[in-house]
């Protein structure tokens, strides 16, 4: 059984990630949810900021994620809600976004429009969805981007200590500011 409550707070984690919208707009429609699907889809289009698609490998996610299909998708769940024309304006729109090579299944998914026919939904393959290979998780380190830290400016002449605690006491008389300094 699917839920969208995973894909909920991937979401809230990084609200840009049109790949967590377009597999929570999935969820949705399975769920008969077709209001919500359809802001997903929505908004899945919107984070793909007019590229073509996203590729996902750099956080372990081995899919691309076309515009053509998350239109595609946008026109399924607006067949369910029986609004047809909007479906149909929405393919024509992922034929200008559609590879080459893709032509025959949105040609496909016109007729079925146009003989008032549902559409079968794109989705990111089962097993897919963010699980990076064994050896690349085996081979993280940790990584210092800081380094040692060192002391760049004390109020402390001569000061030599290098790292970071809380505030040291101070020695009677060892560190009185001149006049033009209190000034």
Sequence with gaps: ?????????????????????FQRGFVH???EMYEDALSDYHMAFSH????????????????????????YSTAAVQ????????????????VVWRPERRTAI????????????????????LGELFRPRKKEVEQLD?????GKPKVISSIIPNDEYIGFEPL???????????????R
């Design 29 to 31: 429609l399975q769920l």
């Design 48 to 71: 793909l900021r007019q590229n073509p698609f996203i590729d996902y490998k750099q956080l372990g996610l081995r899919h691309i994620l076309y515009a053509w299909e998350v239109l």
């Design 142 to 146: 940790s990584k210092d981007f800081l």
């Design 79 to 94: 067949c369910h809600l029986q609004q047809w024309q909007e479906a149909r304006a929405t393919l024509e729109k992922a």
């Design 168 to 182: 040291r006491p101070q020695k009677q008389g060892f560190y009185e500011p001149s006049a033009e300094a209190l």
């Design 1 to 21: 059984c699917f839920s969208p409550q995973a894909f909920d707070e991937t979401v809230a984690k990084d609200n840009s990630l049109a790949v967590g919208y």
């Design 106 to 125: 949105l040609d496909l998914a016109l007729e079925r429009v146009q003989d008032r026919l549902f559409l079968e939904p794109m989705q990111v393959p």
